[in-house]
């Protein structure tokens, strides 16, 4: 379904007078399937929400290609209604003047759909699957707890009812109820829906919950790549140092003093 072929980004480094430019994604492959949810981990400055925002189409790759379906996604159209992503920062994902009806609704009004009781239906519809009441519509985001302002960018994210989501730290600020809730909320949409996800976090047992397989970034680069089944048999050893707060996996030492 999302092919990313060999893709290199680099920034500049921040000196306004030099040519330098820090590589951030070095030669990055790897493919997520139909109704796969892939989980990405890595320490921060890894890479990770870069990559989110390549496949979300907000910045281009270097070189390299991310195919959906086949097609380019740095052409808008295949991206519209068909890749969406929800991001950890929810303050800002919505316009602070924006309704919750209104931030609803854009994507539906940008695709065309002008019908106001189709799209109050829809919306209402969109609030009820994240598990808000219609009251919510004329709330504004101050209004609204963490926990809510992220509903509504998940009901705002699948309104156009993609085929891909991109989660980059989406649960990360909410506390650990409420990340339970949205864990089970994207669980459900994903069966109800069939979407795959790219769910980028630093949160193992989170990736343990809701992935099917998993890549494990450092430094620009995928170092390595297991089902969610397989976590303990994870061979590299970054990968094993990730894991180990919730693996008690043996050193090299241990290892070899048992003859493996
Ligand atoms: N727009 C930008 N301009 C310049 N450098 C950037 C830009 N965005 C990211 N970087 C740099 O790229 C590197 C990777 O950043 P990125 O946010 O992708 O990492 P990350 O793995 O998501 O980190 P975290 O887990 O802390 O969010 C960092 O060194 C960061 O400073």
Redesign the pocket.
Known sequence: MLTVSRVNKT??N?DFFSNNR?L?LSDVSFEVHGGECLGVI??????????GRLIAGIEKPDSGEILFQGRDVQSREVRLGHISAVFQDYSSSINPFFTVFDAVSELLRTMGQHDKKEVTRRVVDLLGQVGLNAGYCSKLPHELSGGEAQRVCIARAISTGPQFLVLD?AISSLDTPVQTQILNLLIELKERYQMSYLF?T?DIQAVAYLCDRVLF?HNGRVVEQSPVSGLSRVKNEYSRKLLSSVIPFESKEMRSCHGV
Do not use: A, D, R
Not at 42 to 51: N, P, Q, R, W
């Open positions: 920034y500049n921040g820090q951030v890595g320490e921060s400055g890894s890479g990770k929400s870069t990559l730290e980028i630093h970034f």
